[in-house]
């Protein structure tokens, strides 16, 4: 992070010309170790492109070679370091590709200041990694890389892979900032949603500040409640930046407030995302019989993992961990009910067209253990679950043991 300190610091001297240690503190919410710290470095990291002075006990800014610095200021000053990281180059080659329409390689390489070689094999993951987003990147002579797909998935991409290493190039503005924080507060929401949900604003905001728009998606998902919160989030929003989020907007912006397990989510299906849902159980209860010569209850299941099929089948679709891991425990202690989700896990990967996370596992084979004990409850009279997962995964399994055994 110490260069987005770097480039925080550049940011507020550019905009208020010069400012005393105190407003520097003030401004960038750092110590005024780090900032002396930090402008020692960036004295030493743009010799003979600027430098930061100080007069009289004000900083103030001097632009020694004004091409090169807009040139640097215009995104690419995370060129200067770090670039030894594969993670840190993959992720501004991506940022490039998603900011032009061709770049040529050897461009890359020179901005990157890397070999022609390392590029190449940047590329190679990058491809690999890409295919799991449906996204691909073409390449056409003379003209350079361009990268394809549909913008929805161009900004899963940005959160998940770029967002981190380049954190600067998608800064809300101090009132957007204020409206999410605020909507974080009055809902209670776990700290991952609400940094998840920072990401997914701010990426949309730099995407629609290029005149880029999601217009429909190539993929089903259910849809969130509207609620009086979120309306007033997106009202300060569309205040701010001057523009009318679209309903495609929308729905995409808020992906993060329900993709995690939570009691008080309220889910909101249309008919058409209904039949989806249960046709998507089916075809997965279909595979999951097949293999396994049984025959389930499916209308009775169904009632029982519908929202947790909701949730998971969404974080498959934006990409999103569980927020909690079962570690080994549920394997060993429930090894039919975990095969049991494997092969509904492959299933639904196969559905949706996208990768389902290894960590999923463990909450399907919990609700297929219950299943199976409750087919069973004649022979088994106990049921002892142990869990270190979160109050609400706690919660869930409470409920299911009390629908099967009773409380």
């Known amino acids: 992070m110490s260069e987005s300190k770097k480039f925080v610091i550049i940011s507020a001297l550019l905009q208020s010309g010069e400012m005393t240690l105190f407003e520097l503190e003030r401004k960038t919410n ?10 020692s470095e960036l004295n030493q990291l743009l010799k003979n492109v600027v430098t930061i002075k100080l007069m009289a006990s004000h900083y103030k800014l001097v632009i020694e070679n004004q091409v090169t610095f807009e040139h640097l200021f215009s995104g690419k000053f995370h060129a200067l370091s770090n670039f030894n990281s594969s993670g840190k180059r993959q992720a501004y080659i991506l940022k490039c590709l998603v900011d032009s329409d061709y770049i040529l390689k050897v461009d890359l390489a020179e901005e990157m200041q890397v070999a022609d070689t390392t590029i190449t094999k940047d590329l190679k993951r990058l491809r690999e990694m890409l295919k799991d987003f449906q996204l691909s990147i073409s390449g056409t002579p003379n003209r350079g890389l361009k990268l394809n797909g549909h913008e929805s998935r161009i900004r899963l991409v940005l959160i998940h892979h770029v967002m981190d290493y380049l954190p600067d190039d998608f800064r809300l503005n101090q009132a957007v900032q204020s409206a999410i924080d605020q909507y974080a507060l009055s809902k209670n ?19 629609l500040s290029q005149m880029h728009f999601i217009e429909e998606y190539p993929y089903y998902y259910n849809k969130f409640l509207m609620i009086p919160e979120l309306e007033n989030l997106f009202e300060t929003v569309e205040t701010d930046v001057g523009l009318t989020l679209s309903h495609y907007e929308r729905e995409f912006i808020q992906f993060p407030v329900y993709v995690y397990f939570n009691q008080l989510t309220e889910i909101a299906l249309d008919g058409h995302d209904t039949q989806t849902l249960e046709t998507t159980f089916q075809k997965m209860m279909f595979e999951v019989e097949k293999q396994f010569l049984i025959k389930i209850n499916r209308s009775a299941f169904f009632k029982k993992i519908r929202t947790h099929l909701i949730t998971m089948l969404n974080r498959m679709i934006f990409h999103v961990r569980p927020s909690d891991i079962f570690i080994g425990e549920i394997a060993t202690s429930f090894p039919v009910a975990t095969k049991m989700a494997e092969i509904a896990l492959v299933t639904l990967s196969n559905i949706m067209g996208t990768r389902a996370e290894q960590a999923e596992l463990g909450y399907l084979a919990v609700h297929f253990e219950l299943l199976l004990q409750e087919k069973n409850q004649n022979t088994y009279h106990h049921i002892a679950i142990v869990s270190n997962g979160s109050l609400a995964i706690q919660t869930m399994i409470k409920q299911r043991i009390a629908d099967i055994v009773g409380s």
Request: hydrophobic letters at 40%.
């Open 189 to 207: 929401i776990e700290k991952k949603s609400h940094d998840l949900l920072e990401k997914s604003l701010a990426v949309s905001l730099y995407r």
């Open 30 to 39: 750092f110590s005024a170790h780090i900032i002396k710290s930090k402008i």
